[in-house]
């Protein structure tokens, strides 16, 4: 029952948010307002289902604000410069991106190095290689894009594709119950003969094509790539999948809980929107208190971690 409290909390403050902001702001509670929340945050939550992933194998990784503003200006550039349709550019782009992962799953897995230290190393090298690729904003002028950008829809829908199969892989696969083993104890994850390295770099190969996905997404939202687009993403990533209820040591957590760490974030920034007056520097503030509350509540509930929990 411990294990699901932190998920319950999030599920609570959620709704406690949402029946607050109604309550003040004149229109807030509309499908609307939801689609656009839901909209505006679908490629953080795209980055953090895969953020998730590496947290509950007991990893971090630093270069998802890298990688979106990497790929997306990739995908700009590849369409507007090189003349590559949007199917081709698109798949180059979660090509090189899960590949950048799959590179830092092998060294983190081989040489057996901080998480930490090698995907700061992938933050720098991704938006090197984004400077390199173009300083400037690319504007993307394509109908494809136009006719996506356009859908209310098409980035929820997205979000909710990448959602799914994230459930899929993290409960009714071999390659789940590897992670959240991992994440619980490493040791025991290999005394139990699971393929430890092979599963690291599996997740951060993950990472990456999600990290690249979230970049293509950015591009059908602002119609373009930046080579310093997500700047400070990743940190964003990480608290909306620990105030999602996954623990930060591994082995715990959902993507269930994600998904409404995502919908927190997003709520928090569309009050501000709405209230008109504040600074979007109170997203930040609120966001920190908000993950210093769920960090002193896991500390709390004492979660024992456990392989397969």
């Known amino acids: 029952m411990k294990k699901h409290l932190s998920l319950l909390a999030t599920i609570s403050v959620f709704l406690l948010m949402v029946i607050g902001a109604s309550l003040k702001f004149k229109g807030f509670f509309s499908l609307d307002v939801f689609v656009n929340l839901v909209r505006d945050n679908a490629f953080l939550g795209v980055a953090a289902v895969g953020m998730t992933f590496v947290i509950l194998s007991g990893g971090i990784d630093l270069s998802v604000g ?29 090509a090189v991106g899960s590949l950048i992962g799959c590179g830092m799953g092998f060294v983190i897995g081989k040489f057996e190095l901080p998480p930490f230290l090698v995907t700061l190393a992938g933050m720098f090298l991704t938006r090197g290689l984004a400077l390199i690729v173009s300083r400037e904003t690319v504007s993307i002028d394509n109908p494809f894009y136009d006719k996506i950008s356009a859908a ?89 999948v620990v105030i999602g209820g996954t623990l930060l040591s591994g082995g715990v957590g959902s993507l269930i809980g994600t998904l409404f760490g995502v919908l927190i974030l ?20 609120v966001i920190g208190g908000l993950l210093l509350v769920f960090i002193l509540l896991q500390k709390a509930l004492s979660i024992r971690k456990s392989p397969g929990t």
């Open 66 to 94: 890298g990688m979106i503003g990497f790929t997306s200006v990739l995908v700009g550039s590849l369409i507007t410069k090189q003349h590559l349709g949007p199917g081709l550019s698109i798949g180059i782009a979660l």
């Open 152 to 240: 209310k829809f098409a980035l929820p829908s997205i979000f909710l594709v990448v959602l799914l199969v994230g459930l899929y892989l993290a409960h009714f696969r071999r390659f789940g119950r590897a992670v959240y083993a991992i994440g619980g104890s490493e040791s025991s994850a290999l005394l139990m003969g699971l393929p430890v390295r092979n599963t690291k770099l599996k997740v951060y190969a993950l990472s990456g094509f999600c990290s690249a996905l979230a970049g293509v997404l950015y591009t059908f939202y602002r119609s373009g790539g930046d080579p310093n687009a997500a700047t400070g993403l990743e940190l964003d990533t990480i608290a909306a």
């Open 266 to 285: 997003g709520v928090i920034q569309t009050a501000i929107d709405f209230q008109g007056t504040l600074s979007s520097w109170w997203s930040k503030i």
